[in-house]
C-alpha cells in the first residue's frame, strides 16, 4: 500500500480563541474544534506525527477553552489503535516548560499518566526559559508543517519562525479572533498578490491561490468539507527542501562522475528514501527571483538539509557552503575520493565517494555517512547572552 506524503511529518497545531464570544461565537468554537479533532485522527491514520505543546487548559467565561492543545492530545491518545502498525519514531514531541506537572487539567490527568511515560512520547523542555517566545522556539524547530487557528500574536511569531525555516503554514481562516491578528491575519495576506506561495508551495497544476481558495472556512462548509480540503492541500504540499551545491559545469573534466554520483546514489536515498526534494539552481528550473545569486541564496536559507558536494574545488561551492555552515543548516559535505581541498576536510567529516562499487554498495556507503552525522550540532552553538 502505498504511503501517504504526511507519513512521519511533524505537524503542529496551533491558535487560541478570543474571549469575545461576540467575536468567536459558541457555534464557531464549536466547528473549529470539530474540525481540530476529525483533522487530528485523519493525519494519525496517515501516519503523521505532532508537535503539541504542554500547557495549562485556560478557559473564557462561557466554559470554552481557549487553545486547542489538550484536544489534540486527547485526540491522539483516544485513537492510538489507528496508527499505522509501520510507523516508527515517537508520535507525539511534546514541549514543557517548569511549570507543567502542576498545570495539567484534573480531567486530562489519567490521559497523561498514560502518555508521559509511553515510548510514543519525545520529551523537549524550554524549562530554563520562563517566556513563551522561546517555548516557541522549541516547538518550531521540531515542527515540519505549521497549521494555525484563531490566534494573535504568538501565531504569527511562531509563523515567521516556520517561514525562515521554509517551512510552510497553512492559515485557516475560522471566525475565532479579530480579523487583524493571527490565522485570519494569515489567511488575508495569502490571499493578496502572489503571497500565497509565500506560505506555502505545491506539487501539481492547482496553485498555491487555489488551494488557499479551496480550505477557505467560510460559513456554510461542513467540517468533513474543511478535513477534506486540507488534507488534500497537505498530501500535496512540496516535500521538504534539500539544497544542493556541486559542480554544474559539463566542461570540467570531474563533472561526468559527479552527475552520476547524484543520479545513482544521491538522489534515490535522499528523494526516494529520506522523502527530501532536491533542489538545484542551474538554470533550468522556474525562477522566484531576479537575479541568480539572490535565487540561490534564498533557496538555501529556507532549505532544511544542504548538500554540499566540492568536487572539482569550484570556488562560488565553498561560499554557498560557508554560508550553509555558518546558519547551522544540517549539512553533508560530499566529494569525489582524490579531491585536492584548500581546507582539512577531515574537520568537517565528509563523505569521500568513489566511481568504483555496485550502485547498492555506494548507496549504503552514502546512508551510513549520513546516520553519522545527520544529528551533529552545529559549528557554533547557540551563546545567548543571558542563559
Given amino acids: 500500500m502505498l504511503r501517504s506524503a504526511l507519513f512521519g511529518r511533524r505537524i503542529h497545531m496551533t491558535g487560541s480563541i478570543v474571549e469575545d464570544s461576540n467575536v468567536a461565537t459558541a457555534t464557531e468554537v464549536t466547528r473549529a474544534r470539530e474540525f481540530v479533532k476529525a483533522l487530528v485522527l485523519d493525519l494519525l491514520s496517515k501516519g503523521a506525527t505532532f508537535v503539541i505543546p504542554v500547557d495549562a487548559e485556560k478557559t473564557r467565561a462561557d466554559g470554552q477553552p481557549i487553545c486547542f492543545d489538550w484536544l489534540v492530545w ?22 514543557k516548560h517548569h511549570k507543567n506537572e502542576d498545570q495539567i487539567p484534573d480531567e486530562y490527568r489519567s490521559m497523561w499518566n498514560d502518555m508521559r511515560v509511553s515510548p510514543l512520547v519525545q520529551f523537549e523542555s524550554a524549562a530554563h526559559w520562563n517566556m513563551a517566545s522561546k517555548r516557541m522556539e522549541a516547538q518550531a524547530q521540531h515542527g515540519d508543517i505549521l497549521i494555525a487557528v484563531g490566534g494573535g500574536e504568538g501565531v504569527l511569531f511562531l509563523a515567521n519562525l516556520y517561514h525562515d525555516s521554509g517551512k510552510p503554514v497553512i492559515p485557516l481562516n475560522f471566525r475565532l479572533t479579530q480579523a487583524i491578528t493571527g490565522a485570519s491575519r494569515l489567511f488575508d495576506f495569502g490571499m493578496s498578490g502572489r503571497n500565497a506561495q509565500r506560505l506555502f508551495q505545491t506539487e501539481g497544476a492547482v496553485t498555491p491561490q487555489s488551494w488557499l481558495n479551496r480550505i477557505e472556512m467560510h460559513a456554510a462548509k461542513t467540517v468533513s468539507d474543511g478535513v477534506r480540503d486540507v488534507l488534500g492541500l497537505l498530501e500535496h504540499l512540496v516535500s521538504p527542501k534539500a539544497f544542493v551545491v556541486r559542480l554544474l559545469n559539463p566542461a570540467h573534466p570531474d563533472f561526468n562522475d559527479v552527475q552520476c554520483f547524484f543520479d545513482t546514489v544521491v538522489e534515490p536515498v535522499i528523494e526516494g528514501e529520506l522523502g527530501y526534494k532536491l533542489t538545484v539552481i542551474d538554470g533550468n528550473q522556474p ?27 569550484r570556488s562560488n561551492c565553498f561560499v554557498e557552503l560557508g554560508y550553509a555552515l555558518g546558519r547551522s543548516l544540517p549539512t553533508m559535505l560530499m566529494f569525489k575520493d582524490g579531491t585536492a581541498s584548500p581546507f582539512d576536510l577531515y574537520s568537517l567529516s565528509g563523505h569521500r565517494w568513489k566511481t568504483t562499487g555496485t550502485a547498492e554498495e555506494r548507496r549504503q ?7 553519522a552525522i545527520k544529528n551533529r550540532p552545529p559549528l557554533v552553538a547557540p551563546d545567548p547572552l543571558i542563559p
Avoid at 76 to 90: F, I
Avoid at 366 to 371: I, K, Q, S, T
Fill in 365 to 371: 556507503d552514502f546512508r551510513r555517512h549520513w546516520n
Fill in 74 to 95: 486527547d485526540t491522539v491518545h483516544r485513537n492510538l489503535s489507528h496508527r499505522p502498525a509501520d510507523a516508527t519514531g515517537p508520535l507525539v514531541i511534546a514541549v
Fill in 287 to 313: 525562477y522566484e527571483h531576479a537575479r541568480v545569486d539572490e535565487e540561490i541564496f534564498k533557496k538555501l536559507h529556507r532549505s532544511r538539509l544542504v548538500l554540499a558536494d566540492i568536487t572539482g574545488v
